[in-house]
């Protein structure tokens, strides 16, 4: 059921939350923006690097930042930043990495400005167009530890925002060589929001949806509809080498793509392509499907509901295309 988050007439950013049941807006008007983590953050990274050791941090990070933080920065740490790592990994990511953290720490605060708050409700109205039935749970920003970005837990969408701070200028030294490729300029925020509001509307049936093919078009339907959205691509690297490798990634993801195996495709490297492959052939589907739709509003609201993957697949033509 959805539930008024109040008659506002423009996105409100507060500063703490009662964190105890979720809100869904139905307007983007009434969506809420919460970004007092961002402070407690730098509160606490202030405090833990005037420590004389890595115990110090770790109790100071705990402390004043985990503990104090909100809901759902908690559940970040409880589900993302620390699901199989100890609080201490995550410091001494942030240690490593301090050149970084001093030259966007500015920037973190660019989530409260009127620009940014213009171009984040311009991304929500624009979805409300495509898909009138999206409903907007609260949007909290954070500051992680370059390990994350943005991800929905039935609650709220929670967004790591460091890795979208950056410009030409932002030394990477200490950023882990395998989060490199995922930094980003602060015009890609808005798509990151985009993206991640695809998936609050998403809804996925069974038989399939823990196969390949299934996680494939949900993180590639998401990223087709946020670049109708914000009319630029989410990952331009990854189209560029999956344009130029179409039909061999095609015949090797059909191989599997009704496993349950993602390595290789999702969320992880491979020695034999880039990561995320499977990004790009669910969104070459949905490219596929919408293409050949006659209703596209239809379309979109068929790439919300897939009830069978394997179904919507051959209704999108894309296998004929390498036959």
Not at 6 to 22: E, K, N, S, T, Y
Not at 121 to 150: K, T, W
Not at 156 to 170: P, Q, R, S
Request: with cysteine; proline share 4%.
């Amino acid at each position: 059921m959805k539930i008024f988050a109040g008659l506002l007439m423009m996105i409100m950013f507060i500063g703490c939350a009662d964190d105890d049941a979720p809100v869904f807006a139905d307007t983007p008007e009434t969506v809420r923006i919460f970004t007092s983590d961002i402070d407690l953050f730098w509160i606490a990274y202030d405090k833990a690097f005037k420590c004389d050791t890595q115990e110090e941090r770790v109790r100071v990070f705990q402390r004043d930042y985990v503990n104090t933080g909100s809901t759902q920065l908690r559940w970040m740490f409880e589900n993302k930043f620390c699901l199989y790592v100890p609080l201490s990994y995550f410091v001494e990511r942030i240690a490593s990495a301090q050149p970084y953290y001093n030259a966007v720490r500015e920037t973190t605060q660019v989530v409260n400005s009127d620009q940014m708050r213009v171009e984040f409700l311009d991304v929500l109205f624009r979805l409300e167009e495509l898909y009138p039935e999206a409903v907007y749970p609260d949007m909290y920003f954070m500051i992680g530890n370059l390990s994350n970005g943005g991800t929905y837990n039935g609650y709220a969408v929670n967004f790591a925002i460091e890795a979208y701070l950056a410009d030409e200028d932002t030394p990477l030294d200490g950023v882990a060589e395998d989060f490199i490729q995922f930094i980003q300029k602060t015009d890609y925020l808005p798509t990151l929001i985009a993206h991640e509001y695809v998936h609050v509307q998403q809804r996925y049936l069974p038989p399939d949806r823990d196969t390949l093919l299934a996680h494939s078009l949900i993180e590639g339907g998401a990223n087709f509809i946020a670049e109708l959205i914000c009319q630029r691509p989410d990952n331009p690297t990854l189209y560029a080498y999956g344009d130029a490798h179409e039909e061999e990634l095609w015949k090797d993801f059909e191989k599997v793509m009704s496993g349950y195996d993602f390595s290789g495709w999702l969320y992880s490297s491979s020695d034999v392509r880039p990561i995320n492959c499977g990004y790009y052939i669910g969104y070459k589907i949905c490219e596929a499907y919408y293409a050949k739709a006659p209703d596209k509003r239809q379309a979109i609201s068929d790439m919300m509901n897939i009830k069978d993957g394997s179904a919507f697949l051959a209704r999108s033509g894309y296998e004929s295309k390498f036959l």
